[in-house]
């Protein structure tokens, strides 16, 4: 799973909802998806914002419950690697073997 990348959610409340990933942290196994999981938190008028009251912003979620959409065949799918000619590795769609963009 990469930035960018358009997923689909498999499991909880944003079940069957599309998006595209803004972040991806591998330590922790999680993804933040863009308008997936928004929460909303109350912060503090500061000098950085003067503005306080409630903040909507995207909650990571972990990446077991996301799949990856393929561009050509547009259909969720896994995700399989291919070694090119020139030595590179290149991540393949497991449904019709179309090479995904980096």
């Known amino acids: 799973m990469k930035k960018n990348d358009k997923v689909i959610v498999l ?3 944003e079940q069957g909802k599309i998006g595209n990933v803004l972040k ?3 330590e922790k196994g999680q993804a ?3 308008k997936i999981n928004v ?3 109350h912060s503090r008028a500061r000098s950085k914002t003067p503005k306080g009251g409630i903040v909507e912003k995207e909650a990571p979620i972990h990446i077991s419950n996301l799949m990856l959409i ?3 065949c547009a259909e ?3 995700i399989g690697k291919r070694i ?3 030595g590179s590795r290149a991540r ?3 449904k019709c073997g179309e090479l995904l963009s980096d």
Do not use: S
């Open 11 to 13: 499991a909880g409340k």
């Open 24 to 26: 991806v942290d591998m």
């Open 32 to 34: 933040i998806v863009e």
């Open 39 to 41: 929460i909303k938190r």
């Open 70 to 72: 393929c561009n050509k």
């Open 76 to 78: 969720p799918t896994r």
């Open 84 to 86: 090119l000619e020139d």
């Open 92 to 94: 393949v769609c497991k």
